[in-house]
């Protein structure tokens, strides 16, 4: 049996699977087009929704410092997705790198967990952007009635219509073609970073200094959420992170992580690239660093306009602007942010497809989800279901039981990833590279370091849930994946290969 879970997928033949009329996705992407997508993805959630969670409850004004800690344990995993995407131009991402790598087994269970991944995700951005929404209708005197806004902290049980809304009109631009997202994506993010631009500009006016005294809070806020302490630290070293303090700035780095998950969904539209070989790389590498720049230079303003104990979860950008006495801005940050957000939410929902839609066509997921559509040329079935289920999943679940689930998946996929460059770099040494990761294994290993060490500051109850994921994809893989795969077909005879085939 281990020799059938750990059957790898010839590149090779990855890449020819992709030229099958019937599950060929349209190659429409330029360099341009992947830096728009990952500036799009990266810039939202960490500065228009979590920046107030984290310097509240964790790292006060030290909050651009874990954004600083998230950026290069990033940096570090960027630079061994940057090589797959060039090497491996496939949909699927972290699935497909480490189905080359790694084995079909280790290939479910990542591809299972970046469903999951990119399924919160999209979910916990439209429930942020629900937020801003609603903040913009407060401003003009209008209000949401309670069973059908934000949850958050309600007392009544209630649907967000605007959070599943947002979702099910971005399924249907999806389902229409990627250079139409391409066009909207662009259109918006040149709107979000012009209100990040005015956010430090017309921020920097208004720092107090005693705003950021301390700068590392020592002592939990009064109003801390729940405790992020760790069992599995306490279990291996006899003692748990603190959630404030210099500790807490770990904390908060592990929470703002979500933030910065967008290059690992450029990454899974490397089949839609025109050159993906070149252009991968710059799309995820350069996407980053702009972002990253940006994070840390708002964090720094927003903390020094309004003292961190003071800052707001659902909108603190906005809401800082107004504690000021400067409602307009905070009316225009709140309309840039419900703007900006629309993009991350879309190309999360494009990445959770794609990857999708790459195991459905190897036959770990039913082949009917493989189909594009015969006009557009897209994964049309698995986009509307995945919509429809992540519009209800946003308008039901509150935005803290989302978060820190999205940021175990993507540092688990980073985990994996680094270890298939060391494997891949092994194996197949005459795979041509047009991007090679600097200082093999070293970056990986360091990489791998990393990201164990923000999984390993996450809360207890994200740990559990997703253990249960995971027991989950064990069950489905067993049950019908081992034996529907493509490559297990092949090895019975019933399927033929296109060319190169699998090896068992």
């Given at each position: ?174 389902v229409i073609g990627m250079k139409l997202s391409a066009r909207i994506t662009s259109i918006v993010v040149a709107i979000k970073v012009t209100v990040v631009l005015v956010v430090i500009v017309a921020g920097a006016f208004l720092i107090k200094g ?295």
């Amino acid at each position: 049996m281990s020799s059938t879970l750990f059957r790898t997928k010839k590149v090779e033949q990855s890449i020819l699977d992709t030229e099958e009329p019937e599950h060929a996705l349209k190659k429409s992407l330029s360099a341009l087009d992947l830096t728009v997508f990952g500036v799009g993805v990266i810039i939202g959630t960490g500065i228009f929704v979590l920046t107030g969670t984290v310097a509240k409850n964790n790292a006060g004004p030290a909050t651009a410092l874990a954004f600083v800690a998230a950026g290069v344990a990033c940096a570090l995993a960027a630079l061994c997705y940057a090589e797959f995407a060039s090497t491996v131009p496939v949909a699927g991402s972290a699935y497909t790198f480490s189905y080359a790598s790694l084995g079909e087994l280790p290939a479910w269970i990542i591809g299972w967990d970046l469903v999951l991944e990119f399924a919160l995700g999209t979910a916990v951005v439209a429930v942020g952007w629900s937020g801003y929404i609603q903040s913009l209708m407060d401003n003009a005197g209008w209000s949401m009635p309670a069973a059908l806004g934000s949850r958050e902290g309600a007392d009544v049980f209630g649907f967000d219509i605007l959070a599943a809304a947002l979702v099910l009109v971005l399924t249907g631009i999806l389902v229409i073609g990627m250079k139409l997202s391409a066009r909207i994506t662009s259109i918006v993010v040149a709107i979000k970073v012009t209100v990040v631009l005015v956010v430090i500009v017309a921020g920097a006016f208004l720092i107090k200094g005693d705003n950021y005294d301390p700068f590392i809070p020592k002592e939990q806020p009064v109003e801390a959420g729940a405790s992020l302490d760790s069992p599995l630290i306490q279990l291996m070293f006899g003692w748990a992170p603190s959630n404030f303090g210099v500790m807490g700035i770990f904390t908060a780095a592990s929470v703002v992580f979500f933030a910065f998950i967008g290059f690992d969904v450029v990454a899974t539209a490397a089949e839609e690239t025109k050159n993906p070989q070149r252009d991968m790389p710059r799309g995820i590498l350069g996407s980053l660093v702009i972002c990253t720049t940006l994070y840390v230079l708002v964090s720094i303003v927003v903390t020094g306009m309004q003292h961190y104990s003071e800052l707001s979860v659902d909108a603190p950008l906005a809401d800082a602007f107004k504690a000021t006495g400067h409602p307009w801005y905070a009316g225009f940050i709140s309309f840039g942010a419900a703007v900006g957000l629309t993009t991350v939410c879309m190309i999360l929902l494009l990445g959770q497809t794609r990857v999708f839609f790459a195991m459905s066509r190897d036959g770990l997921l039913p082949r009917f989800f493989s189909h594009v559509h015969p006009r557009f040329k897209t994964p049309h079935r698995p986009t509307i279901l995945l919509g429809v289920i992540i519009a209800i999943l946003a308008g039901f679940t509150p935005l803290t039981e989302l978060a820190a689930l999205v940021n175990i998946g993507t540092l688990f996929a980073f985990v994996v990833v680094a270890i298939g460059v060391i494997i891949l770099r092994k194996s197949r040494p005459d795979l041509p590279r047009s991007f090679r990761t600097p200082w093999v294994p070293v970056i990986p290993i360091l990489s791998v370091c990393a990201s164990l060490w923000l999984m390993i500051n996450l809360p207890a109850e994200t740990w559990v849930r997703f253990g249960i994921w995971m027991a989950v994809g064990f069950l489905v893989y067993f049950l019908y994946g081992r034996t529907h795969s493509r490559l297990a077909l092949r090895e019975k005879g019933e399927e033929q290969p296109s060319a190169g085939g699998g090896t068992p």
